[in-house]
C-alpha cells in the first residue's frame, strides 16, 4: 500500500504502522517532493510504500514522526469474493458529500475512479480541499484512480505541462506494471486484473500506451484472475446528448477496442458523461455475446451539474440509463460470477436502482480465447 499526506512544514516520510492500535511493530520511509504551478507551491508531498502486508487485515498507522492522529485501513482479500465501490467524476459538492456517505455504508475494499476527481480546474487549493474532503474514506480502504479532462490544467504558455498537480498528488502504481506513464497502468486485486486507461494522453496504435495495453493484456493468467476490468475516462459507448464526437471517445475506441475484445474484458467503466448508463455486451457498436458491458458512471456530484438530454429512442444496445447522482457497486463473487448494482443518492436505503448479474467471459465456453 502506498500512504500518501501533505504537510505544509517540512517533516521525514515516515510511517509507523502495525495490526494493534497504538503498538507499531514496523516503520517506513519513503520520498518527499512538491511542484509549483504558476504563483501557487503546494505544500510537502510525502509517499511511503508499506509492506508487506497480510491481506484482509485491518492496519494502525500514524504518518510523520510526531503525528499524534492514529488512522487504520484494511487491505484488500487475496482471493475472491471481492468488492469495488466506483464513481467517477467526484467533485466537491453537497452531492459529492452524499455520494461519499452512500459509499462509505457499502463495505466494499477499493474504490476505483475513472477520471475527473477534484474540479480544481487551475485553482489548486481546490485540490488540498478535496484531499480533505476524501481523507475519510481514502485514508481507509485503496483509492485508485485514472485521470480526467479537469486533470489536465494545462494553460498555454504560463503552464505548458499537462497533469503536473494530478501527477505530484495522486500517484499509481505504474512502474510496477510496466507502464512510463502515471496516466496509464494495471495491478491484481484478488481475482480481477484490473486496467486503468488514459484517454487524454496518446492513444494510437503507435504510441507508448497502445503498445503497453497490447503487452500487458497479452500477460493476463486466466487461472489467476479470471476477469479483467478496465476503465476509461471518456467512455466508448455513450446516448447522452452530453459529450458526443470527442476524439477521446471515439478514436480511442477504433484504436483500441480490438484488444479490449480479444482479450474478453468484462466490463469497461467511463465518467466524463454526468449521468448513468449500462449497455449490453457490445463492440463494434453492436451486441456481442463475447464483447464487454460498457457502464458509464460519471454522477458523483461534479459542480457541473447533470447531462440529463439522452437521445430518443433509446438505441438496442442501451439497456438502462437514468441522470441522477450516485455510485455503483461491482461484487466479483467467484470466478465465473460477479454482481454489479448502482445506487443512486435520492434513495436514503441502500437499494439497488439497477442490478445484473454478470458472466465471466472466460467461463463461457463460445468466447474460448
Known amino acids: ?110 474504490l476505483l475512479l475513472p477520471g475527473d476527481l477534484s474540479y480544481a480546474d487551475l485553482d489548486q487549493p481546490l485540490w488540498d480541499s478535496f484531499g480533505r474532503m476524501v481523507e475519510p474514506l481514502a485514508s481507509q480502504r485503496p483509492w485508485m484512480v485514472t485521470q480526467g479532462n479537469h486533470e489536465i490544467e494545462k494553460l498555454p504558455i504560463i503552464h505548458s505541462t499537462k497533469f503536473t498537480s494530478y501527477n505530484a498528488r495522486w500517484r499509481m502504481p505504474f512502474e510496477e506494471s510496466g507502464s512510463n506513464s502515471n496516466l496509464y497502468y494495471s495491478f491484481d486485486a484478488a481475482g480481477v486484473h484490473v486496467v486503468m486507461l488514459g484517454s487524454y494522453t496518446d492513444f494510437d496504435q503507435n504510441s507508448d500506451q497502445y503498445k503497453w495495453l497490447e503487452a500487458d493484456l497479452n500477460k493476463v493468467d486466466r487461472g489467476k484472475t479470471p476477469w479483467i476490468v478496465v476503465l476509461i475516462h471518456a467512455p466508448w459507448y455513450n446516448t447522452n446528448t452530453a459529450h458526443q464526437g470527442e476524439v477521446e471517445s471515439e478514436g480511442m475506441r477504433k484504436a483500441m477496442e480490438g484488444l479490449i475484445h480479444q482479450a474478453r474484458v468484462g466490463v469497461v467503466f467511463a465518467g466524463h458523461v454526468h449521468a448513468y448508463e449500462r449497455f449490453t455486451r457490445v463492440s463494434n457498436g453492436k451486441p456481442d455475446n463475447c464483447g464487454p458491458v460498457h457502464i458509464t458512471i460519471g454522477d458523483g456530484g461534479n459542480r457541473e451539474g447533470l447531462a440529463s438530454r439522452f437521445m430518443n429512442p433509446q438505441p438496442a444496445i442501451s439497456v438502462f440509463r437514468e441522470a441522477s447522482f450516485g455510485h455503483g457497486q461491482l461484487e466479483v463473487v467467484n470466478a465465473t460470477h460477479a454482481q454489479w448494482t448502482w445506487h443512486r443518492n435520492d434513495d436514503d436505503k441502500p437499494i439497488a436502482s439497477d442490478s445484473i448479474w454478470l458472466r465471466s467471459l472466460t467461463s463461457d465456453p463460445t468466447c474460448k480465447l
Request: charged share 15%; with cysteine; glycine share 8%.
Open 1 to 110: 500500500m502506498r500512504l500518501s499526506w501533505i504537510t505544509e512544514n517540512s517533516s521525514p516520510a515516515t510511517v509507523k504502522y502495525g495490526t494493534s492500535p497504538g503498538v507499531y511493530d514496523n516503520s517506513a520511509n519513503g520520498t518527499t517532493s512538491s511542484y509549483h504551478y504558476v504563483l501557487y507551491k503546494s505544500g510537502e508531498i510525502h509517499d511511503v510504500v508499506v509492506g508487506p502486508l497480510k491481506p484482509n487485515t485491518v492496519y494502525y498507522y500514524r504518518c510523520g514522526p510526531d503525528s499524534a492522529q492514529e488512522r487504520s485501513f484494511k487491505t484488500p482479500p487475496a482471493q475472491l469474493p471481492i468488492k469495488f465501490a466506483i464513481v467517477g467524476d467526484l467533485g466537491q459538492t453537497g452531492w459529492t458529500n452524499s455520494t461519499l456517505q452512500h459509499v462509505a455504508k457499502s463495505n466494499y475494499d477499493m
